[in-house]
């Protein structure tokens, strides 16, 4: 069996195994937010840097989505007060990418529209889709991981 293949049946395995637990444990996360961040992993390259870069960037995006949820209303929460706050954010996730380990843009994205999607603005809910954000970053490694101690051939 080819790496290639190996690496997707270790990955749903993986999937199903988290989509289990965290449905028969009521963790109340999002699972739809972990395959972005997985998706973000594979992308990044893998190893390390990619888990550091993924988990960071995205947990990142949900925090600048939370601070505008609360500056919003705090300055009018009108449409064009929304509109401006909104691509603040989205200028703050490009201009973060100054920094190593913020610096992977698109799970920054990938967070900050996980966020929104869910609706978050509270604490609890921006730990809720981190620990999504998260969990889906660590699967991809996870299944990296899996992948090298089975042993597959380099495709």
């Not at 698109?106 to 978050?120: K, N, S, T």
Request: with cysteine.
């Amino acid at each position: 069996m080819n790496t290639m293949t190996t690496r997707a049946l270790i990955l749903g395995l993986l999937v199903a195994v988290w989509t289990w637990v965290a449905g028969a444990a009521r963790l109340h996360v999002s699972i739809w937010a972990g395959f972005v961040a997985l998706g973000c992993f594979l992308v990044a390259g893998g190893g390390v840097p990619a888990l550091q870069k993924t988990a960071l960037a995205a947990v990142s995006g949900v925090v600048w989505v939370l601070m505008a949820q609360a500056v919003a209303p705090a300055i009018g929460g009108g449409s064009v007060v929304h509109a401006v706050v909104l691509g603040a954010t989205a200028t703050a996730l490009v201009l973060q990418s100054r920094l190593p380990l913020l610096s992977f843009t698109p799970a920054a994205f990938g967070g900050a529209g996980v966020a929104y999607g869910l609706g978050v603005s509270t604490l609890q809910g921006g730990v809720r889709a981190a620990i999504g954000l998260v969990a889906g970053a660590v699967l991809g490694f996870a299944a990296e991981r899996l992948v090298d101690a089975v042993g597959a051939p380099r495709a």
